[in-house]
C-alpha cells in the first residue's frame, strides 16, 4: 500500500462549489504540506502543517483552507472554486526527527488532478 | 528568500548520451538542495539532495549533481541516458532541509531512440 494516499485523484466539479481533497500518511510522518503544480509554472507551497496544531500558509493561499484532522490527515479544502484553481495538487510529507539520513526528504502522494468549469 | 531556476523547459537527448540538466539557486544562506522526478502520472520522487557534506552527491538510477557556489549552480548529469529517465525533472532549494521547498518550474526530458 502507499505510504501516502490522495482522494480523489480525479475530480470535475462547477464554480463556486466547495470541494476538499483529502491526504492520509502512514509514514508517522509529523509535517505535511499542499502543492498545486502548473504547467510552466513547476510546483507551489500551499500550506504546510508542522503538527496537528501547527498550520501555516505558503506562497499561494489566497482562496484555500486546510484541516489537519490528526498527524496522519491533512485536507484541503476549496470554499468555491473558481477555474484558475484547475491544477494537479500534491500532497507532501517529511520527518523532522534528525537522526537518519532521509530525514530531509519529502514523500509525495500520487496527485489529484482537479478541474473547475 | 530562496530560489531556483531550471534552464530549458524541454531537453531532448539520445539514449546513450550525456544528459545535463541546468539549475542555478539564489539563497542568502547555504542552501539545501534537491532534485525530484517526475514520471508521468505519478508524484514525485527524490534523485539527490545537497546537504552540504560533500559537493558532488550521487543519487539514483545513475544520477549525480555537483554543487559549486562559486557559480551558484546544482546541475543533474547521467553519462548515459536510458529510455527509463523519460520524465519531468524538478531542482527545488530550501532554507531549513525539509522545510518550505522552494520548486523551480520543471524540465522535461524527453529521450530520442
Known amino acids: 500500500d502507499a505510504d501516502v494516499t490522495q482522494t480523489p485523484r480525479n475530480r470535475i466539479t462547477k464554480t463556486g462549489k466547495r470541494i476538499m481533497l483529502e491526504c492520509s500518511q502512514t509514514k508517522g510522518h509529523d509535517r505535511m504540506y499542499w502543492y498545486r503544480q502548473d504547467p510552466g509554472l513547476g510546483l507551489r507551497l500551499i500550506y504546510y502543517?508542522?503538527?496537528?496544531?501547527?498550520?501555516n500558509k505558503g506562497e499561494i493561499s489566497d482562496g484555500y483552507s486546510v484541516s489537519r484532522q490528526a498527524q496522519a490527515k491533512f485536507s484541503l479544502s476549496l470554499e468555491s472554486a473558481i477555474p484558475n484553481q484547475t491544477a494537479l495538487y500534491f500532497c507532501?510529507?517529511?520527518?523532522?526527527?534528525?537522526?537518519?539520513?532521509?530525514?530531509?526528504?519529502?514523500?509525495f502522494g500520487p496527485g489529484t488532478r482537479l478541474t473547475v468549469t | 528568500a530562496q530560489s531556483v531556476t531550471q534552464l530549458g523547459s524541454h531537453v531532448s537527448v539520445s539514449e546513450g548520451a550525456l544528459v545535463l540538466l541546468r539549475c542555478n539557486y539564489s539563497?542568502?544562506?547555504?542552501?539545501?538542495l534537491f532534485w525530484y522526478v517526475q514520471y508521468p502520472n505519478q508524484g514525485l520522487q527524490l534523485l539527490l539532495k545537497?546537504?552540504?557534506?560533500?559537493?558532488l552527491v550521487k543519487g539514483i538510477n545513475g544520477f549525480e549533481a555537483e554543487f559549486k557556489k562559486s557559480e551558484t549552480s546544482f546541475h543533474l548529469t547521467k553519462p548515459s541516458a536510458h529510455m527509463s529517465d523519460a520524465a519531468e525533472y524538478f531542482c527545488a532549494v530550501s532554507k531549513f532541509g525539509n522545510e518550505k521547498l522552494t520548486f523551480g518550474t520543471g524540465t522535461r526530458l524527453t529521450i530520442i531512440p
Open positions: 539563497s542568502s544562506v547555504p542552501p539545501y
Open positions: 507532501a510529507t517529511s520527518d523532522s526527527t534528525v537522526v537518519q539520513d532521509s530525514w530531509d526528504e519529502q514523500y
Open positions: 502543517s508542522f503538527d496537528v496544531k501547527d498550520i
Open positions: 545537497y546537504t552540504s557534506a560533500a559537493t
